[in-house]
Nanobody
């Protein structure tokens, strides 16, 4: 399976963006998905992801601002990002949780 992430871009602080991650085949019924991010200064970290029982697990820094959702019919998982802050600037990746299957990153830049 391959993952294709998109939707990154430049946005002002306080703005919103929605990232998309499309899978090359239907996998969501058998796998959890997660969104991660990485900067040159920090290791890749979990932003928000689905758990095995379909609840979500979000980093404290994004709780209340970022939401993960999925559309099984479109084999797509989304990351809705609201109230963006400059510290959210990073390359964002989607991943099939528990595997080495990662999408190519999409860059999000938040200007102050």
């Amino acid at each position: 399976v391959q993952l294709q992430a998109s939707g990154g871009g430049l946005v002002q602080a306080g703005g919103s963006l929605t990232l998309s991650c499309v899978a090359s085949r239907s996998i969501f019924s058998d796998n959890s998905m997660g969104w991660y991010r990485q900067t040159p200064e920090k290791q890749r970290e979990l932003v928000v992801g689905f758990t095995s029982n379909s609840s979500t697990n979000a980093a404290d820094s994004v709780k209340g601002r970022f939401t993960i959702s999925r559309d099984d019919a479109k084999d797509t998982v989304y990351l809705q990002m609201n109230s963006l802050k400059p510290e959210d600037t990073a390359v964002y990746y989607c991943r099939v949780e528990g595997t080495t299957i990662w999408g190519h990153g999409t860059l999000v830049t938040v200007s102050s």
